[in-house]
């Protein structure tokens, strides 16, 4: 297939999108958390602050939809429907095509024989509703792929194994997982065989057809990277060889891998383009904050960084903040809901910005220290939320702190940070776009066929995006 005219759309977008970044750096790299600290309302536009201090909070919601057309009657200001207009051209869809549903309807009907769909309520106890729609969604596309018949796959980061147990039992591979984390590794263990105890009972022929997956407690390093040994090591553990099959030397395999954090991702590219034996990867990915990039101080060479990957990107000295690719990792379409549902609960930003003055104030040392979370500011006043935020750092807050003036002052003006957070966040899906651009054309550029597709609902699950490529 001809990848050249995609490989031009994806470098103009990615230029276009570098360029928008890095004139709105002020704005995206604004950490919330300082903005009464930093004075973030005043670097807005005196246009833009105009019209935002009049709009009610709901209206907003409009900034974070770029797949509907433009119903709101209020007149943004220019540069505002400009970036708008020029989002909707830039970022990748974050909901499903319809050809994709189509297709995917179609499909469907192919999985019907599976003992996933015999069995799927086996299959969902006891998983929460976000794993079991990631892990559903992932392995049907697995599933439907054209794969040349490579039914071996490498789950990579596999955690507690869910991906795996589905793959395997349910979906007929040959599974072996890579994971870091050894006590994840025994739940996994221990799950499979719960799993198959109840999946053996219902069928007990299973006992013929089934491999169980492989765990492996490994660390897979970006910086030592050996594709023969890898390789070695899966057949060894796949007792592959051993078997008495007539493909015996057509040993291949499939790398996946569900939410790698940070430079895992970029790992298991350049291990699928370093095994001949690898025909595909698909990666849905995580924590782009996590990436070591060009301009962080981990003294990494340009080559072996995880952002940005491909040639163009490099030769354009494209670089994304800390900042930037911590804000590509937000929830928006979930942000959206509660702009137009329950906003008050929002609060919660000017708490944490104010919480942050006077910790600057006490001392300094702790600032950005991080405040505990999952406390709910619509809930508690404000100085139940702040001594239970501060309740890990050293740090003992006087009454007065709470009912001074200046406190006051701040947390009136909440709404100019809900305000503020919704115009940063509405870049969040354009760097998500120019991550997930730079690992298609890097793929492209080596010369296997990729693309990107989404697979999980965003509201349940918002990195949703899968990459995957096969050669
Ligand atoms: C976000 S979790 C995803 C787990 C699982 N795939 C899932 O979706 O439930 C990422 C996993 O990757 C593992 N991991 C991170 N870096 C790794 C590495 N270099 N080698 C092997 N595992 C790694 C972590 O221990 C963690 O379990």
New binding site residues.
């Given amino acids: 297939m001809e990848t050249a005219p995609l490989q031009a759309e994806l470098k103009h977008k990615i230029s276009q999108a570098g360029q928008i970044v890095a004139s709105y750096k002020w704005l995206i790299d604004a950490y919330i958390v300082d903005f009464y600290e930093e004075d973030h309302w005043s670097k807005l536009p005196a246009s833009w602050a105009a019209f935002l201090a009049d709009i009610p909070i709901r209206t907003l919601s409009h900034l974070l939809s770029f797949d509907l057309p433009d119903k709101e009657l209020a007149v943004w200001p220019l540069a505002i429907i400009t970036l708008r207009s020029l989002f909707r051209f830039l970022v990748h869809t974050r909901t499903k095509t319809p050809e994709c549903t189509k297709r995917e309807v179609a499909l469907g009907e192919t999985h019907g024989g599976t003992i996933y769909r015999q069995q799927t309520a086996l299959f969902k106890k006891s998983v929460k509703l976000k ?1 079991r729609h ?1 892990i559903e969604q992932f392995a049907i596309s697995c599933f439907t792929q054209p794969t040349d018949n490579c039914k071996t796959i490498i ?6 194994g ?2 795996a147990r589905t793959l395997a039992y349910g979906f007929g591979f040959k599974v072996c997982c ?4 050894m006590s ?1 590794v025994q739940i996994a263990r221990q799950k499979d065989s719960e799993l198959w105890q109840r999946l053996i009972k219902y069928d007990p022929t299973l006992e013929d057809t089934v491999v169980h997956p492989v765990h492996l407690h ?4 970006l910086d030592q990277i050996d594709s023969v040994k890898f390789v070695q090591m899966l057949k060894r553990v796949l007792n592959f060889g051993r078997e008495l099959t007539s493909d015996a030397d057509e040993f291949s395999f499939g790398l996946v ?5 940070g430079d ?1 991702a970029p ?1 298991l590219l350049r291990l699928f383009l370093a095994c001949q034996e690898c025909r595909f990867v698909k990666l849905v990915c ?1 924590c782009y904050m996590k990436l070591s990039s060009i301009d962080s101080s981990l003294g990494i060479s340009t080559r072996e960084c995880g952002f940005p990957l491909s040639e163009f990107c490099h030769k354009l000295h494209l670089t994304l903040t800390y900042e930037a690719r911590e804000i590509a990792c937000h929830a928006i379409e979930q942000y959206r809901e509660k702009l137009l549902t329950n906003y008050s609960e929002l609060k919660v930003h000017a708490y944490r910005a104010a919480i942050e003055t006077i910790i600057v104030r006490l001392r300094p040392d702790l600032r950005h220290s991080g405040l505990k979370g999952g406390i709910k500011a619509s809930e508690v006043t404000f100085e139940e939320y702040c001594r239970r935020a501060v309740v890990d750092l050293d740090l003992a807050i006087a009454d007065e702190e709470f009912q001074s003036e200046i406190t006051r002052q701040f947390l009136d003006r909440w709404e100019q940070v809900v305000k503020f957070y919704t115009l940063r966040l509405m870049f969040a899906p354009l760097v998500e776009t120019i991550i997930l651009y730079d690992r298609l054309l890097f793929l492209l550029e080596k010369g296997t066929r990729a693309g990107i597709d989404v697979i999980f609902d965003p509201f349940l699950s918002p990195r949703n995006h899968a990459i995957t490529a096969f050669k």
Avoid at 155 to 160: L, N, P
Avoid at 178 to 181: A, D, G, L, R, S
């Fill in positions: 794993k990631e789950d990579i980061g596999s955690g507690q869910n991906l890579i994971e870091q984390n994840f490994e660390k897979v390093n891998g569900l939410h790698p954090c895992l790992s995580c």
